[in-house]
Each structure stands twice: as structure tokens, then as C-alpha cells.
């Protein structure tokens, strides 16, 4: 018989919201720390360069010779860490690395003589590549669990910790400090963020993150006994899995090649081309690593909304166009805004292509990511040295046409960064 007293109104059903397992979440903080802590110590390194010469008696002409060591190093530590990384797990090489990195650091203050800065730089660099590639792979895993894109916001951190090595280590110069000293107390704090880190990542993969409504499904773990890597949930076939990394690590070789080439020819770009002082040519650098920083924060939610493809491709034609208005642009003001246009531009391009590299199905997870980083890395060195060859033949600005030209063919080809058919995403907050 139907109730007189009318119909009940404002009753809502309490559907419960999806959270995201307290170790994940300190799992991802611990990464932040990771990526952080490398960008700081190789930002000491970079600022205490000349004090470093000054003390080793290496003149500025065959400094280049010793950071080409540190990179041959890094590109060493890069393929070495990959397959270690999927025997042992990330978490461990990232252990292991970050030990590495944050102990060598004091090398390049002790040097007293080019042979030990040879050495100290040898080491230094071989951690530092050994780490890029394990905390990516674990920033990978971290970014499965989570179901969306968290990437970016992990180089960001990289960024970041750039900025603060840079700060403190020019304060550091300005309060007078020795070297060692500086470079000492770096290791030690590294060391405490270490080995307050490392216990929070992901010990394997297959870690299972449980919440009120959803479930993360596990995958494989670092060396589970699997007979194919094509048994893996949604894995490419072996042969198109060799040929997408090798697409993955051409796009980032053009990327980190106009990234290179960005960072080091910036500020003498305009200077040389406009005619401006020191200072003014120095906010060319500044816009594009501040556009680069800020854009890394924004990236992971325009590519949830969007797609990695998209990121890709606009921020690739972001990226271009910069460079077009720097080619035309014989206004101060006008050019700056187009460095800091490039920096926006490939600041979340690089991240699509990790976190490709890292979700191809594969249970060889960092051994994929160790060939696009050593690719892509290359770039990053052949970049300056390109534009700096062809200024014997061109002037410095009709030289930034070879990266704009680059760029344009990574727009081209963006949709290599498209998920793996049959990818399994589960979005979780």
C-alpha cells in the first residue's frame, strides 16, 4: 500500500571513491627523492667545474676530454644496469646506483692531478648513468601501479633537484667553501636520502596495491621465470618489440639532440646574433629551463587527458615553431620567448617516450629503456658538438635550422609513443 506520507527524498547512495594504497603513495615520494638527488649532485659537479680545473691544472681547451669520459662512462653504466635491473629489480640498482653516484661525487674535489680526475670522472659518470636508467625503471613501475601518467612529474623533480644543486653550490662558492667540504657534506646527505629511500620503492613489478574499489593487476615480476617475454600480457612479438625500441630510441636521440643543443648554444646564440650583454643572453638559458621545469609539472595530467600522442606531437610543433620565431627574430624580448617556447615544448615529449620504452609487455623491462637512454643520450652529446661544428660553415642561428628540421620529423612519427595493443590501465587516485 503506498506511504501517505510522500516520497523520500535526498537519499544518496555512498559509492565508495578509489584510493591508492599508503605504499604506493610512499613509494612514488621516494622516487621524487630519487630523481631529485640526481639532478643536485650532477648540478654540484657542473657548478664547481672551474674550481675544479683550477686544481687539477686542466686548461679550459681539454676539459672537453674529460666530460666526453664521463659520458662514455654514463653510456657504459646505462647498458650494463639494464640487464641487472631486470635480474635483480630496479629497486636494487637503484640502491646500488645511487650509493654509487652519491659517494663518487667527492671524486672530481679530490683530484689533484688529470689522472685522477680521469678516474673520479669515470666513476662518477658510470653512476650516474646506471641510475638514470633503474630509476626510470622503477618510475615505470610506480607510474603501472598508479594507472596514469606519472612520469613527468618525475623529471620534473630531476629538474628541480638541478635547480637546488645549482643554488647551493654557487652559494657554497660565494660563502668561500672548499670544494671538498662542499662536495663531502653533498655525499653525506646523499647517503641519508638513500638510505631513507630505498626502503619505500617497489621491491618487484607484481606488487598487487589493493584500494576500497580497485585492484592493480600484477604483472611479472623482475626475473620470474617466464619463457618468452611475449607471454606477457599484451607484449609486442620479439622482433616488433626490437623495432619499436629502435623507433622509441631514434625519437629520443632527435629530442635530447635539440634539448643539447638548446642548453649549450642558447645564451651565445642570442648574444652573437642580437648583440646583447652577458646577462641578456643568460635569460635565454633561464626561460628554457624554467618553460622546461614548469611544463614537466603540467605534462602527466594533458597526457591522461589527452594521450602520450598528443603530448608528442604538439610539444614537438610547440618545440618548432620556437625555433622558427628564433631563425626570424631580430628582437631580444622576442627570441627569448622563443627559447622558452622550446623548453615548453620538449619538456613532456621525453617522458612519453620512457614510459613507451617501459610498457612494451616485456618482462625485459629496463634492458628496453637502457637501449633508448644510451641512444637518446648520444644525442644529447652530438647535439652540441653538431651545431658547434657547423658554425665553421654557417652562422650559430642559420645552424639551430638542423635541430628545427629534427624536431619536425619526431612530429612526424609521434605515434610511436601509442600504448601497446591490449595494455591493461586500471586509473586509480
Same mark, same amino acid.
Given at each position: 500500500?503506498?506511504?501517505? *506520507?510522500?516520497?523520500?527524498?535526498?537519499?544518496?547512495?555512498?559509492?565508495?571513491?578509489?584510493?591508492?594504497?599508503?605504499?604506493?603513495?610512499?613509494?612514488?615520494? $621516494?622516487?621524487?627523492?630519487?630523481? *631529485?638527488?640526481?639532478?643536485?649532485?650532477?648540478?654540484?659537479?657542473?657548478?664547481?667545474?672551474?674550481?675544479?680545473?683550477?686544481?687539477?691544472?686542466? @686548461?679550459?681547451?681539454? !676539459?672537453?676530454?674529460?666530460?666526453?669520459?664521463?659520458?662514455?662512462?654514463?653510456?657504459?653504466?646505462?647498458?650494463?644496469?639494464?640487464?641487472?635491473?631486470?635480474?635483480?629489480?630496479?629497486?636494487?640498482?637503484?640502491?646500488?646506483?645511487?650509493?654509487?653516484?652519491?659517494? &663518487?661525487?667527492?671524486?672530481?674535489?679530490?683530484?689533484?692531478?688529470?689522472?685522477?680526475? *680521469?678516474?673520479? !670522472?669515470?666513476?662518477?659518470?658510470?653512476?650516474?648513468?646506471?641510475?638514470?636508467? %633503474?630509476?626510470?625503471?622503477? =618510475?615505470?613501475?610506480?607510474?603501472? @601501479?598508479?594507472?596514469?601518467?606519472?612520469?613527468?612529474?618525475?623529471?620534473?623533480?630531476?629538474?628541480?633537484?638541478?635547480?637546488?644543486?645549482?643554488?647551493?653550490?654557487? #652559494?657554497? +662558492?660565494? $660563502?668561500?667553501?672548499?670544494?671538498?667540504? /662542499?662536495? &663531502?657534506?653533498?655525499?653525506?646527505?646523499?647517503?641519508? +636520502?638513500?638510505?631513507?629511500?630505498?626502503?619505500?620503492?617497489?621491491?618487484?613489478?607484481?606488487?598487487?596495491?589493493?584500494?576500497?574499489?580497485?585492484?592493480?593487476? %600484477?604483472?611479472?615480476?623482475?626475473? @620470474?621465470?617466464?619463457?618468452?617475454?611475449?607471454?606477457?600480457?599484451? =607484449?609486442?612479438?620479439?622482433?616488433?618489440?626490437?623495432?619499436?625500441?629502435?623507433?622509441?630510441? @631514434?625519437?629520443?636521440?632527435?629530442?635530447?639532440?635539440?634539448?643539447?643543443?638548446? #642548453?649549450?648554444?642558447?645564451?651565445?646564440?642570442?648574444?652573437?646574433?642580437?648583440?646583447?650583454?652577458?646577462?641578456?643572453?643568460?635569460?635565454?638559458?633561464?626561460?628554457?629551463?624554467?618553460?622546461? /621545469? $614548469?611544463?614537466?609539472?603540467?605534462?602527466?595530467?594533458?597526457?591522461?587527458?589527452?594521450?602520450?600522442?598528443?603530448?608528442?606531437?604538439?610539444?614537438?610543433?610547440?618545440? #618548432?615553431?620556437?625555433?622558427?620565431?628564433?631563425?626570424?627574430?631580430?628582437?631580444?624580448?622576442? &627570441?627569448?620567448?622563443?627559447?622558452?617556447?622550446?623548453?615548453?615544448?620538449?619538456?613532456?615529449?621525453?617522458?612519453?617516450?620512457?614510459? #613507451?620504452?617501459?610498457?612494451?609487455?616485456?618482462?625485459?623491462?629496463? &634492458?628496453?629503456?637502457?637501449?633508448?637512454? %644510451?641512444?637518446?643520450?648520444?644525442?644529447? !652529446?652530438?647535439?652540441?658538438?653538431?651545431?658547434?661544428?657547423?658554425?665553421?660553415?654557417?652562422?650559430?642561428?642559420?645552424? !639551430? *635550422?638542423?635541430? +628545427?628540421? =629534427?624536431?619536425?620529423?619526431?612530429?612526424?612519427?609521434?605515434?610511436?609513443?601509442?600504448?601497446?595493443?591490449?595494455?591493461?590501465?586500471?586509473?586509480?587516485?
Amino acid at each position: 500500500m503506498p506511504s501517505r *506520507a510522500g516520497p523520500i527524498v535526498g537519499t544518496v547512495e555512498r559509492v565508495p571513491v578509489p584510493t591508492v594504497d599508503r605504499r604506493l603513495r610512499l613509494a612514488r615520494a $621516494a622516487v621524487f627523492a630519487v630523481f *631529485a638527488l640526481n639532478g643536485c649532485l650532477l648540478a654540484l659537479w657542473v657548478v664547481h667545474i672551474p674550481a675544479v680545473c683550477d686544481r687539477t691544472g686542466i @686548461a679550459k681547451s681539454t !676539459l672537453g676530454s674529460f666530460i666526453l669520459i664521463l659520458a662514455g662512462a654514463a653510456l657504459i653504466g646505462m647498458r650494463i644496469s639494464g640487464p641487472l635491473a631486470d635480474r635483480f629489480g630496479s629497486r636494487t640498482m637503484v640502491a646500488v646506483a645511487a650509493f654509487l653516484i652519491s659517494v &663518487t661525487v667527492i671524486g672530481p674535489g679530490l683530484a689533484t692531478g688529470p689522472v685522477g680526475l *680521469a678516474i673520479a !670522472l669515470a666513476c662518477f659518470g658510470f653512476g650516474n648513468g646506471a641510475l638514470d636508467v %633503474s630509476m626510470n625503471t622503477q =618510475a615505470v613501475h610506480v607510474e603501472r @601501479a598508479y594507472g596514469r601518467p606519472v612520469m613527468s612529474a618525475f623529471h620534473a623533480l630531476f629538474s628541480g633537484g638541478g635547480l637546488l644543486g645549482s643554488l647551493a653550490g654557487a #652559494a657554497a +662558492l660565494r $660563502a668561500g667553501m672548499d670544494i671538498r667540504l /662542499t662536495l &663531502t657534506i653533498a655525499a653525506a646527505a646523499g647517503l641519508g +636520502l638513500v638510505a631513507a629511500a630505498v626502503p619505500l620503492l617497489l621491491r618487484e613489478p607484481g606488487a598487487e596495491f589493493v584500494s576500497d574499489t580497485v585492484e592493480i593487476a %600484477s604483472v611479472p615480476a623482475s626475473g @620470474a621465470a617466464v619463457s618468452d617475454p611475449g607471454d606477457a600480457p599484451g =607484449a609486442l612479438r620479439a622482433s616488433d618489440r626490437t623495432k619499436k625500441v629502435f623507433g622509441l630510441a @631514434a625519437v629520443a636521440f632527435i629530442c635530447l639532440l635539440t634539448e643539447g643543443a638548446a #642548453a649549450d648554444w642558447s645564451a651565445l646564440q642570442v648574444r652573437d646574433h642580437l648583440g646583447t650583454d652577458e646577462a641578456t643572453a643568460a635569460l635565454a638559458f633561464a626561460g628554457f629551463s624554467c618553460t622546461m /621545469t $614548469a611544463g614537466r609539472f603540467a605534462t602527466d595530467r594533458l597526457a591522461g587527458a589527452f594521450g602520450p600522442v598528443a603530448v608528442v606531437r604538439y610539444g614537438t610543433l610547440i618545440c #618548432a615553431g620556437g625555433l622558427t620565431v628564433i631563425l626570424a627574430s631580430v628582437w631580444t624580448p622576442l &627570441t627569448l620567448l622563443g627559447w622558452a617556447c622550446v623548453g615548453l615544448g620538449l619538456s613532456g615529449v621525453i617522458p612519453q617516450i620512457f614510459t #613507451a620504452a617501459g610498457n612494451l609487455g616485456s618482462v625485459t623491462v629496463a &634492458t628496453d629503456m637502457s637501449r633508448v637512454f %644510451s641512444i637518446g643520450y648520444l644525442g644529447l !652529446l652530438a647535439g652540441p658538438a653538431l651545431i658547434g661544428w657547423l658554425t665553421a660553415i654557417v652562422p650559430l642561428t642559420a645552424a !639551430l *635550422a638542423v635541430p +628545427l628540421v =629534427a624536431i619536425l620529423v619526431c612530429e612526424r612519427f609521434a605515434g610511436i609513443v601509442a600504448p601497446v595493443p591490449g595494455e591493461r590501465r586500471r586509473a586509480v587516485t
